[in-house]
């Protein structure tokens, strides 16, 4: 076993109250070791003053408005628009989300805005990209007529049997030069042939480029992040990352997509397995978590690195009587947050490492399926959401401060779903998850039509949630919709004037999309916020 200063990894010293895995870390090579205690028995953060028995004694208010628990309106034959008042612009959100000047067409409308002239109508246009009409539609994310389209993101020639979204909660990122989507697919006539690809667009959508390298594990799990100069750093599971089994490879790709640059492995830690990757580019550092399997029970490592993706220190790893995995890797007013689920026997804890230092953790629950995790948001400068999902396939959101401490009880966004997912522009923060397949009562078999993917706004008036905003199906189109769409993920991109969603999924259909892998194939949606949608389209 790994040894820290002369010790043992599990006996270098370690606090009840968890570090932030973006910490700076001890200058020994070997990794920083912080131990996490689950929550006895309640979702209040491990954080501030406690009772004897570590419960904090004061929950904090209970202020949370009560939440619909019933299903989406699934009618989508209905036009409308919906950017109205509720989805106004928040001033709150973060620059990065948004457009600006640079991205902006160099000669403004001198009258009302037209379609094609790249100057997004939020009230008529769901998107204008100002591409010549000559562009094919595959090339492209918004027609020649300004509506949004749905489109696989691998050239429809290519030669992929099989594409799909691995398991990182980041598989898609995006920056000022453009975003890029990473995925996994099965290539040549061989179908053990795995690669990883990353598939690279301009701002406002247009294809610019792809690249793939392989051999690699089916589950390589990989995940993006868009650098400052505007190239990407991919960090995935790989057979010889680090020369000892399963490590975690860090590639570098040109903003084009084209050039792909082996960085070598995140993890110094090389014993056993090390896989399931997340990041993402937080304040001055690129910040990567992993699993990490060289101990038991299963622990979570994060590593810092620079633009150059060189490395800005070493490992700095949690663990806890109980097993612990799917990290994930955000941004909360410029630092970061490492989220992580904790699963003992039959119960689970989600829980959210702060900038601060402080520990937000869900109330134990049966242990959600696998894959599962927490997705955190700011709300404004003292208020973040969280939204997961229990055992029993419940999406529940939770608000809490800076410190950890929930500000009321965990309300019901609905059941049935899955893979929840926070996103904020310019024009307010934004919610997607997986409505879970169900054979339908009295039929004979299965009708996979039932797995569908939501996008719904939802607004905070402090102290309040706002959730009655009218959620929107995914894909765009309703033929698309056959069939089963799973494994949604979404981040917000640049878009002139405020901002974009860039969603992607994987299809399980077969012939939704023209040149589609006759398997499973991975699907990008631009989505201009405030969002419009309006009668036609794809």
């Not at 399980?508 to 999309?513: D, H, S, T």
């Amino acid at each position: 076993m790994k040894s820290c200063n002369g010790k043992t990894a599990l006996s270098c010293p370690a606090t009840l109250v968890a570090l932030a895995l973006s910490s700076s870390v001890a200058a020994c090579s070997d990794p920083v070791v912080t131990y996490l205690a689950q929550a006895p028995d309640s979702g209040i953060a491990d954080a501030g003053q406690k009772t004897e028995s570590g419960v904090p004694t004061d929950s904090g208010p209970s202020r949370i408005s009560d939440a619909k628990d019933d299903k989406p309106d699934l009618d989508a034959s209905k036009g409308g628009s919906d950017a109205d008042a509720a989805d106004a612009i928040d001033e709150d959100s973060p620059t990065d989300a948004t457009g600006d000047e640079s991205d902006a067409p160099p000669d403004g409308p001198t009258g009302p805005n037209v379609c094609g002239d790249g100057w997004r109508d939020p009230v008529v246009e769901e998107c204008d990209d100002g591409l010549d009409p000559s562009v094919p539609i595959g090339d492209r994310a918004c027609t020649a007529d300004c509506r949004v389209v749905d489109r696989i993101v691998g050239e429809p020639a290519a030669n992929a049997s099989d594409r799909w979204l691995g398991n990182g909660v980041h598989p898609v990122a995006g920056g000022v030069h453009g975003h890029a989507v990473v995925v996994t697919e099965v290539v040549g006539p061989s179908s053990d042939d795995v690669h990883v690809a990353l598939y690279a667009f301009s701002p406002v959508g247009q294809r610019l480029g792809a690249t793939s390298w392989g051999p690699v594990p089916f589950e390589a799990d990989p995940v993006v992040a868009a650098l400052p100069n505007g190239d990407y750093a991919v960090a995935h599971t790989a057979f010889d990352a680090d020369g000892d089994g399963l490590g975690i490879a860090l590639v570098r790709v040109s903003n084009d997509g084209v050039i792909a640059t082996p960085m070598g492995a995140a993890n110094t830690t090389t014993v056993f397995a090390q896989r399931s990757p997340d990041m993402m580019w937080t304040a001055k550092h690129l910040v990567v978590g992993w699993e990490d399997e060289s101990t038991v029970p299963r622990r979570v490592c994060t590593r810092q690195f620079t633009e150059e993706l060189t490395p800005a220190g070493g490992e700095s790893c949690v663990w806890s009587t109980q097993s612990l995995s799917r990290v994930s890797i955000s941004s909360l007013h410029g630092e970061t947050a490492t989220s992580l689920r904790m699963d003992g026997d039959e119960e689970t804890v989600f829980a959210v490492m702060l900038p601060g230092g402080g520990v937000f953790k869900t109330e134990p629950a049966l242990s959600p399926p696998f894959g599962e995790s927490v997705t955190i948001a700011p709300l404004d400068d003292g208020a973040q959401l969280a939204v997961y999902v229990d055992g029993e396939r419940v999406m529940l959101a939770v608000v809490f401060d800076a410190s950890g401490f929930a500000m009321g009880a965990p309300i019901v966004l609905g059941a049935g779903r899955g893979r929840p997912m926070l996103a904020r522009t310019a024009s307010g923060l934004y919610l997607s998850w997986w409505e879970v397949a169900e054979e339908p009562e009295g039929a004979i078999g299965w009708d996979p039509v039932f797995e569908e993917l939501w996008l719904q706004r939802v607004g905070w008036v402090g102290p309040d949630l706002d959730l009655t905003s009218q959620p929107i199906p995914l894909p765009r189109g309703e033929a698309p919709r056959l069939g089963d769409q799973v494994m949604v993920s979404m981040v917000p991109v640049p878009y002139w004037p405020t901002g974009a969603l860039a969603a992607v999924w994987t299809d399980l259909r077969g012939g939704n999309f023209s040149g589609q892998a006759p398997h499973a194939e991975v699907v990008i949606e631009l989505i201009p916020t405030p969002i419009v949608r309006t009668v036609g389209g794809i």
